[in-house]
């Protein structure tokens, strides 16, 4: 007889809260994105609540805004989440470590050694988001001018990550025999070299780290364009959705595991989990207000600036009392756009407003209310076939945090939506995913 259906949680650090002005709220701590001691009480906390993850965003670069906002901004500084990750590993014993990493400014080989390490580190923990960067002020970091086109970025993903995951599988499992009477340490029968030759790299390989011991670490993504969806319907395991209402999260659910059946994939071997910001709050009303007093600490200057990197333009000379002018195709993230831009037309928003809105939540699902209410619509959208589980974002740390975890927490536990203990020893054990065969060996 199956199990009934679970929610799957994640925790979105970016890299703690995605809130402009979370490290302004009264008693947070305004130095969370880099304090190593911060984020180990995060954890722990996120692991006694039993989440599947903690997932942790990245950029590689300062966020291109202008100085007046960026002034404003916590993200300015954080930890490089493959050093961050593995020390964390060593804290912990049960949750997932997501880690983002782009494809655009890394070489395949560092990427697949760095999460084989965090693998083998973690015993069996590690994920990797793969991304393609959208902030233009990354390829300047790297010797560009400016990004490679959307789609090409979307390719060279695809090859990248054929590469990672074709290096991953350089060694069969039980490849290191370590004869010490022979002095044969393993077997060379079991070691296997990739010689990738394709239209963006090349990569002979084997990789110098043992295969994972999850086969692979769980692959994430979270493109929402048709390129975005391609790629994961194709590679992703686990992808972060961006629906903020019921109706959008089910079209794209469906449109994903349609997409997976079309190429061959078991709709079930894929997690969709959409962001959900959520307060919670002693009533409604208290949620409500502690929201708003979150929002009213975004400064303008900060929710122009958002809005602008949303975009992929600069939005600081529009006239904010009036809505949002036509624009060009973003070569930045072009379903960010397009789903602000639709936004702003169904609500009749104008551009100050979506400013105030973005400058919060990012345009990620809400969720402001009671530890009911936010388990009733979490309820909601799993049963109705609009996800299969949140990645969860927080207002401000700790108190945020721990709210959730306290209260939230357990009344999913009470309506058997959520485990009480981890069955699992592995990120994919607790997924329910299934370790990947190895390509060279596999019949």
Sequence with gaps: MNSPRQLHLGAFMRPVSIHTA????????????????????????????????????DHLAVMNMPEAALKRSATVTSFDPMTLLPA???????????????????????????????????????????????????????????????????RRAREFYDVVTGLWDSWDDDAFIRDQASGIYFDPAKLHVLDHHGEYLEV?????????????????????SDAGRALAAATAEVVFGGANNLDDARAYYDDIKTRMVAVGRAPESLKI????????????????????????????DSGIATLSVLLGTDASDFDRDAPLPPLAASNASQSGQQKLIAMAERD?????????????SFSSLE????????????????????????????????????????????????????????????LRENLGLARPANRFTAV
Aim: with cysteine.
């Design 348 to 360: 009749k928003l104008t551009v100050g407003q979506l400013a105030q809105y973005v400058g919060g």
């Design 88 to 154: 964390l590993a060593v804290t912990t014993k049960h949750i997932g470590l997501i880690a983002t990493a782009s494809t655009t400014y890394n070489d395949p080989y560092h990427i697949a050694r760095k999460f084989a390490s965090l693998d083998h580190i973690s015993n069996g923990r590690a994920g990797w988001n793969v991304v393609t960067s959208v902030n233009p002020q990354e390829a300047k970091n790297f010797g560009f001018e400016d990004h490679m086109q959307h789609d090409d970025r979307y």
């Design 22 to 57: 979370a490290w302004r709220y009264p008693g947070a701590y305004a130095d969370a994105n880099f304090n190593f001691a911060h984020y180990q009480q995060f954890i722990a906390t996120l692991e006694r609540g039993c989440f599947d993850a903690f997932f942790m965003a």
């Design 204 to 224: 002979r390989g084997p990789l110098n780290v043992a295969r994972p011991i999850q086969g692979w670490p769980v692959i994430v993504q979270a493109g929402a």
């Design 273 to 300: 989990l959409p962001g959900a910001f959520v307060v919670v709050g002693d009533s409604r009303a208290h949620a409500e207000e502690m929201k708003a007093r979150l929002d009213s600490l975004v400064h303008p």
């Design 367 to 426: 969720i402001v209310g009671t530890a009911t209410d936010i388990a009733d619509q979490m309820q909601n959208w799993f049963e109705s076939g609009g996800c299969d589980g949140f990645n969860v974002m927080f207002p401000f740390l700790p108190a945020g945090l721990d709210r959730f975890v306290d209260e939230v927490i357990p009344e999913l536990q009470r309506r058997g939506l959520f485990r009480t203990h981890y069955a699992g020893t592995t």
